[in-house]
């Protein structure tokens, strides 16, 4: 069965260092998203991604935050300066066309920033 | 504004006892929802999801959930939980984009 998957499984990084958090989503799915989940608090949308550009993004998602499809697989999410408060778990998610309200979630990134 | 409420953090039952997880909803359209299950160092997969129709609906690892309209709620139910089960449950709303999470249950199951 097809599946998201996501690289690194964790990421260690300093204070003020950039990271990029990938993610290859299923191969027929058109739309595609990022959540954070910090320890023990719930998941939190930060943004949606359709037809190569930014369809709706959350409050947490500001500046340093991009994201992007380079290539026909990958969707990446970019912290430009990472701070603390970044540490968490971020959850790549994909659908298709059809199922509108079904996202497939991939296994997540465990950031650490130190 | 959108939000989802899982009043219990934690519970824990016995293997073979039933099971229920309590979800609460606010919002203003009809909702669709959605319950996740997190195992340890796992993404989210997904057990069942309520659009529209019958109000109780079916999953996967033999759960359910039935949604109430006039209680804002969507709770979900196994009859008979197995050690297999100890997770952490979301349940979610979906509108527009985007998916409204709730802070989750952790279920624990004894032996």
């Known amino acids: 069965e097809p599946e998201v998957t996501q690289t690194p499984s964790h990421q260690v990084t300093q204070m003020g260092q950039e990271v990029i958090l990938r993610c290859v989503p299923i191969?027929?799915?058109?739309?595609f998203y990022w959540y954070r989940q910090i320890l023990g608090q719930k998941v939190e949308f930060l943004v949606s991604f359709y037809n190569n550009e930014i369809s709706e993004k959350s409050e947490i998602f500001d500046d340093q935050f991009s994201v992007e499809r380079p290539d026909g697989s990958n969707f990446t999410l970019k912290i430009r300066s990472t701070k603390l408060e970044d540490s968490a778990m971020y959850f790549c998610a994909s659908r298709t066309p059809d199922t509108y309200y079904e996202q497939y979630f991939g296994p997540g990134t465990r950031l650490t920033v130190t | 504004a959108q939000s989802v409420t899982q009043p219990d953090i934690h519970i824990t039952v016995s293997e073979g006892a039933s099971l229920e997880l309590r979800c609460n909803y606010s919002y203003g359209a009809t909702p669709y929802l959605f319950w996740y299950v997190q195992s340890p160092g796992q993404g989210l997969q997904l057990l069942l999801k309520?659009?529209?129709?019958?109000?109780l609906v079916q999953g996967i690892k033999g759960f359910e959930a039935e949604f109430k309209r006039s209680q804002s709620s969507f709770n979900l139910r196994k009859p008979s939980v197995h050690w297999s089960d100890a997770a952490e449950y979301f349940c979610a709303l979906n509108y527009g984009q985007n998916f409204v999470f709730g802070p989750g249950t952790r279920l624990s199951v004894l032996p």
């Open positions: 309520y659009f529209s129709g019958d109000t």
């Open positions: 191969s027929n799915h058109l739309y």
